[in-house]
């Protein structure tokens, strides 16, 4: 049957949850025995987001192929649970830069290269899936910003186009609006909703399906006065109202019959679904039975988003043990030798996640050191191994100016150093160390017995590496170097027998874990925060 588009845009304002609804419409129609696959085209010209700051855009999302994508993509991976690749999320700097570069080779033969036809060509051109079986695919392809947004008009001419040529019943749309509500009067208010439609009608397009984000219900009345200025079904104007838990967004849109409306638009069956699984996750979130604290001291704590994969990964942590895991945000640059006691006395557990530059991390050693001597279980992340490979070398191996060359090149102890090929001369964008990578575990680590495997696979972003001069020097003092890559050359996890749970690695396991598959170092981590309070 070939594959179908369904394409998902946002109006009125930004920030409605159109990845959510995205992900959402995949996890049902995945529980149809249909094959889905996700993609996300952002408007703005950085080729990723991987040189932007974190608190302005959220955390980068890393793929198994190595991409830096934008953190919709987790939230896909988190619902679908499919693992997406570099042609899952595409910015308008990665268009104009395969435009500029082919427009030097001469490949456009002495034609003015414009917008129309060379922008939105190379737009489509990342649209097409390929046909490879005969099960029906269904890209999910959402766009982000608004309609109306200056930056966003080739990628909505480009559906346009795009739909045209598919031909009808290839193809749907799907417009994610806000329905303010306004206190004052106690009335919701349809007209931004119309004008968006107003506004995508001028371009060409229309939705087939307007999903209405509002804080509060709104009945049949408001459903068919949409319809009418909107031009579409009554019942293809759907609720999406404001949830306690972000995975019963599902639940939710399949009581709203997002799937069923869909597979109608599209000329599909609709089956029933397998939500067996889901049910269960959502049924345990609100059935948990016990409390822990967490700080996550990190220096980005200014946006939440920031660190979003960590929160979620906790989350299903958290579920696994029937556990609610609260999150205490600590910003590393006000936790001194001095407080740090006073500001971590009272939690379950400790987690330091990546980052870069020096800003804060004073702060998080502190946090690492307070951890280790009073056996408060500890989870280090990227820069959080790096940091606990610093705070043992200076306050247990004696190496009392050990640092890492990213903050102090002229450290007399270069603990944490460039990664082999790497430097500082690298550009910051694409030349990290990106994507999964194989690690073998000893069998006598706590690792091991989280993972139950010796051979294991997890998501690399980073440029420093443990100094391979020192590893018979932690060793000799009591650390583990538990896991390596295969030929033994880098270290990428550490654990402290000493404490009861002490592990760090230098992966970004967060970007694995699933809601109903929770990752075994979360789970674990969760697990022992559990012991620790009880």
């Not at 502190?366 to 070398?393: D, K, T, W």
Request: glycine residues 8%; aromatic residues 8%.
């Amino acid at each position: 049957m070939g594959v179908k588009y369904v394409f998902v845009t946002g109006g009125v304002v930004s920030g409605l949850g159109k990845g959510i609804t995205a992900a959402s419409l995949g996890r049902l129609l995945k529980a149809r025995g249909y094959k889905v696959t996700m993609q996300k085209f952002d408007p703005y010209l950085n080729i990723d987001p991987g040189t932007m700051n974190p608190t302005q855009h959220g955390e980068v999302f890393v793929t198994d192929d190595g991409t830096e994508t934008d953190l919709d993509l987790g939230h896909y991976e988190r619902f679908i649970d499919e693992s997406l690749d570099r042609n899952s999320n595409v910015t308008s700097g990665k268009v104009y830069w395969s435009i500029l570069q082919k427009e030097r080779r001469g490949d456009f033969g002495g034609h003015t290269v414009q917008v129309i036809p060379h922008v939105t060509t190379e737009i489509k051109e990342r649209f097409y899936r390929n046909e490879t079986d005969n099960d029906t695919h269904i890209a999910i392809i959402e766009v982000g910003g608004t309609v109306g947004d200056i930056e966003s008009q080739p990628f909505l001419e480009a559906i346009r186009q795009f739909q045209q040529e598919i031909g009808p019943g290839n193809s749907m749309m799907i417009l994610v609006s806000l329905l303010p509500y306004l206190r004052a009067s106690q009335e919701l208010k349809t007209k931004p909703t119309q004008n968006a439609v107003k506004t995508m009608q001028g371009m060409g397009l229309r939705p087939d399906v307007i999903v209405c984000r509002s804080e509060e219900y709104f009945d049949d009345d408001i459903k068919e006065k949409i319809a009418l200025f909107c031009n579409i079904p009554s019942d293809h104007v759907l609720r999406n109202l404001d949830l306690k838990y972000l995975y019963e967004a599902p639940l939710a849109m399949e009581k709203e019959h997002l799937a069923e409306v869909t597979c109608k638009c599209l000329n599909l069956p609709c089956p029933e679904p397998d939500l067996r699984d889901w049910n269960e996750m959502v049924y345990t979130l609100y059935n948990l039975k016990q409390t822990v604290n967490i700080a996550l001291v990190g220096k980005y704590t200014q946006l939440h988003d920031s660190y979003i994969s960590v929160v979620e990964a906790l989350k299903h942590g958290g579920i696994s043990n029937q556990t609610e895991v609260k999150i205490n945000w600590v910003d590393s640059e006000e936790l001194t030798s001095d407080n740090v006691k006073e500001r971590l006395k009272d939690m379950d557990g400790i987690l330091v996640p990546g980052g870069f530059g020096n800003r804060g991390i004073s702060g998080m050693i502190c946090a690492i050191r307070y951890a280790r001597e009073n056996n408060v279980p500890y989870l280090g992340i990227c820069l959080g191994m790096q940091l606990s490979i610093i705070e043992f070398a200076r306050n247990v191996a004696g190496l009392n100016q050990a640092d890492s060359i990213e903050f102090n090149p002229d450290t007399p102890d270069p603990v944490i150093a460039f990664l082999e090929g790497h430097s500082k001369a690298d550009d910051l964008g694409g030349t990290l160390r990106l994507g999964a990578y194989p690690c073998v575990l000893k069998e006598d680590s706590l690792a091991y017995q989280l993972y139950k495997s010796t051979e294991i696979s997890e998501r690399h972003r980073h440029r420093y590496e443990v100094n391979n001069d020192y590893r018979q020097t932690f060793e000799d003092k009591g650390l583990v170097l538990c896991g390596t890559s295969p030929d033994g050359n880098i270290v990428e996890m550490i654990e402290n027998p000493a404490c009861d749970f002490f592990v760090a690695t230098q992966a970004h396991p967060e970007l694995k874990s699933r809601p109903n598959r929770p990752h075994p170092l979360f789970a674990g981590f969760v697990g022992a925060a559990v012991k620790k309070k009880q």
